[in-house]
């Protein structure tokens, strides 16, 4: 098993910065794919972005530009810098572990992006 545990979320002003930050505990594999997706009410789950172990990474290209996945293996904890925050981002955002089959997911965390 492989827990999740996020924080950072919360209430920011359009053009604004955010960190989230996620770390994992538990069965963690030293070659894993970790990252970030995010929910609004009505829609599916998006990927925002994800970063492997070694440290490839891919990114919506909604927030290219903007937004830095990044992540510190020996905490096993994975970072979303968001900058130059739109309203649209507004949702709830899931830290993800993924290793060969299994999968994992945070309990998510708020972010609200006033205009």
């Known amino acids: 098993q492989v827990q999740l545990v996020e924080s950072g979320g919360g209430l920011v002003q359009a053009g604004g910065s955010l960190r989230l930050s996620c770390a994992a505990s538990?069965?963690?594999?030293?070659?894993?794919?970790m990252g970030w997706y995010r929910q609004v009410p009505g829609k599916q789950r998006e990927l925002v972005a994800i970063?492997?172990?070694?440290?490839?990474?891919a990114y919506a290209n909604s927030v290219k530009g903007r937004f830095t996945i990044s992540r510190d293996n020996a905490k096993n904890t994975v970072y979303l810098q968001m900058n130059s925050v739109k309203p649209e981002d507004t949702a709830t955002y899931y830290c993800?572990?993924?290793?060969?089959?299994?999968?994992?997911w945070g309990q998510g965390t708020q972010v609200t992006v006033s205009s």
């Open positions: 993800n572990y993924k290793f060969g089959s299994r999968e994992y």
């Open positions: 538990g069965s963690i594999s030293s070659i894993n794919v």
């Open positions: 970063m492997t172990s070694i440290g490839a990474t």
